[in-house]
């Protein structure tokens, strides 16, 4: 009789050491998924000039004890954008540069968990652009790699096209070709964005209207129109 329970119980053992075994592994998703939505709306206020430095560190402590229970590519990419606002309020070149290079290395340990988010590689050509990318070739790399993954994000096409005006020499014939195309494909739904980037200095209007110089007769017009329109 004693065998014949034994017998009843094993499987009900293993599946009580199958659902322990579960509870183990979910556990750190779980604790880094709270950690990080309990800080998510000090996160949204981060640029905010109000935000204190100290709220901005407890922030990236909390972001930080997540990554420590489970690495994500989301709190990555957190303490990227939380080392990008601590650049902005650097007072020293040195320590503006610090943080840059901080922001990279996080915004790269979220490509490597998720290598086809475009706005993260995006981000990532900014923080080298900012810190010497454009001489060493990183930042077009990491500009090849945002184009490629999102060719049409309307959200950060003005961004890539941007950054593109910004490496316009190393950009091969043909990639400046896709830059002048996207150029017109997005004036149709950015317009006032593209516009305030054509006036930010004489290559972006170079080459933005050489771009528009191409499109429809009335969206050439308009583009130069608001373009020379005085603030």
Do not use: C
Request: proline share 3%; no cysteine.
């Amino acid at each position: 009789m004693m065998r014949f329970i034994s017998k009843r119980r094993i499987p009900a053992i293993i599946g009580l050491l199958a659902g322990t075994g579960l509870l183990v592994l979910a556990i750190p998703h779980t604790m880094a998924s709270m950690l990080l939505a309990l800080s998510t709306q000090r996160y949204q206020y981060i640029n905010n000039s109000d935000t204190s430095d100290e709220t901005i560190n407890r922030l990236y402590d909390t972001t930080m004890d997540a990554i420590g229970w489970v690495a994500t590519s989301d709190a990555w990419t957190r303490i990227g954008y939380i080392e990008m606002a601590r650049a902005r309020r650097a007072t020293t070149p040195e320590d503006k540069t610090d943080h840059y290079l901080k922001a990279d290395n996080a915004f790269t340990s979220a490509l490597t968990i998720s290598p086809m988010d475009t706005f993260t590689w995006a981000r990532l050509t900014f923080t080298r652009l900012k810190t010497g990318g454009a001489n060493d070739g990183t930042a077009i790399e990491a500009l090849r790699m945002s184009l490629l993954t999102g060719p049409y994000e309307r959200n950060i096409a003005v961004n890539q096209i941007s950054y593109a005006i910004s490496l316009w020499s190393q950009l091969t014939a043909a990639e400046q070709t896709d830059i002048q195309k996207k150029i017109r494909w997005i004036d149709r739904l950015e317009h006032r964005d593209l516009v305030n980037l054509a006036r930010h200095n004489p290559k972006a209007i170079q080459v933005t209207v050489a771009a528009m110089a191409t499109a429809p007769n009335n969206a050439f017009v308009r583009f130069i129109r608001d373009v020379n329109k005085p603030d």
